[in-house]
């Protein structure tokens, strides 16, 4: 099980910080990301992290601007998002795997969704 929150409206050049809290033990030690989803698009990845933390990937659109992490011992991953755009207006979810990828078949276990508004 993974349950995402933070999401929220946010004026553009704002932040907020998504979390992302997994349950079941198997799904903890798993590589985390995060995808978006914004209205009449498809899915697309955002960023990624290893369960050790020491790879992280990034879509171009978001590098310099969002900050992926984890902390094992809550069993949470974070997407800490600055200088925010009306373009990262989406449903962000959290995902799990078994290796970090950039694909969302790669990850078997997904979360609800939060979603982030950005206001011009």
């Known amino acids: 099980q993974l349950q995402a929150s933070g999401g929220g409206l946010v004026q553009a050049g704002g932040s907020l910080r998504l979390s992302c809290v997994a349950s079941?033990?198997?799904?903890?030690?798993?590589?985390k990301a995060w995808f978006r989803q914004a209205p009449g698009k498809e899915r697309e990845f955002v960023a990624t992290?290893?369960?050790?933390?020491?790879?992280?990937y990034y879509a171009d659109s978001v590098k310099g601007r969002f900050t992926i992490s984890r902390d094992n011992a809550k069993n949470t991953v974070y997407l800490q998002m600055n200088s925010l755009k009306p373009e990262d207006t989406a449903v962000y979810f959290c995902?799990?795997?078994?290796?970090?990828?950039?694909?969302?078949?790669?990850?078997?276990?997904w979360g609800q969704g939060t979603l982030v508004t950005v206001s011009s």
């Open positions: 995902a799990a795997g078994e290796t970090v990828g950039v694909l969302h078949f790669e990850y078997m276990y």
């Open positions: 992290i290893s369960w050790s933390g020491g790879t992280t």
């Open positions: 079941g033990r198997s799904i903890s030690t798993y590589a």
